[in-house]
């Protein structure tokens, strides 16, 4: 079973807006990761943030995570159309730390309309 | 450096088939997970090998089995394929058991 749970299921913007994608989770965890997937494709690793950060950069995605509250959230800002995808959390399974064994969540469709 | 690479792309085959999914690892990664995605869900951790030795598995039957060969390419097997079984099948390798991984584009699975 999935235990990572994302929402919305889906998103439709239109370019230049931003996307808010969020994650929630049950066990504790030692790390986070996102990932994007084009078209059921392979997964591309878009950031991995650990439980003692609150918010992590990368170009235009930013990361946060609450521990507290066992939820994450990635937001993409001024979207384009390239990032259309689908957008998973995973976290590692069991509460363990390996980065190699992961819990992925249902995922979110994002859809940038140009 | 090339990527993970994965064969074939796409296969079709009948139930009770066995079927037999190839990894090639990136160049330096001794690590090898799998992962089944049925269509609209995101991936489930079938099993990780990690220098040769199966080194965690997930919910899925014995009728999942897996090798990783000394240069660390890696198969997946199938037996007595279900409808179910009917998915995209990714492989990741790491550089460790505990490291980043890095997925291949997927062989996309169709049981009839």
């Known amino acids: 079973s999935q235990q990572g749970e994302e929402d919305p299921q889906a998103l439709s913007i239109q370019e230049g807006e931003n996307a808010t994608m969020n994650c929630s989770y049950k066990t504790s965890i030692n790390n986070l990761q996102w990932y994007r997937q084009n078209s059921g494709r392979g997964l591309v690793h878009l950031i991995l943030?650990?439980?003692?950060?609150r918010e992590k950069h990368s170009g235009r995605l930013r990361v946060t995570l609450d521990t507290s509250k066992k939820s994450s959230s990635l937001l993409i800002t001024a979207s384009r159309a390239a990032d259309t995808a689908s957008y998973f959390c995973?976290?590692?399974?069991?509460?363990?730390?390996?980065?190699?064994?992961?819990?992925f969540g249902q995922g979110t469709i994002l859809t940038v309309h140009p | 450096e090339t990527g993970v690479t994965q064969s074939p792309t796409h296969l079709i085959k009948t139930r009770g088939q066995q079927v037999t999914l190839r990894c090639s690892s990136q160049s330096g990664h001794n690590t090898v997970s799998w992962y089944q995605q049925a269509l609209g869900q995101g991936p489930q951790f079938i099993f990780q090998y990690y220098r040769e030795e199966e080194n965690g598995r997930g919910n899925f039957p014995p009728r999942f089995s897996g090798l990783q060969f000394p240069n660390y390419s890696s198969e997946l097997n199938v037996n007595a394929l279900e409808l179910d079984d009917s998915a995209l099948y990714l492989c990741a390798s790491a550089g460790g058991a505990g490291d980043e991984q890095f997925f291949g584009p997927g062989t996309r699975l169709t049981v009839l």
């Open positions: 943030i650990r439980s003692n950060e």
């Open positions: 995973a976290r590692p399974r069991a509460g363990g730390t390996s980065y190699g064994k992961l819990t």
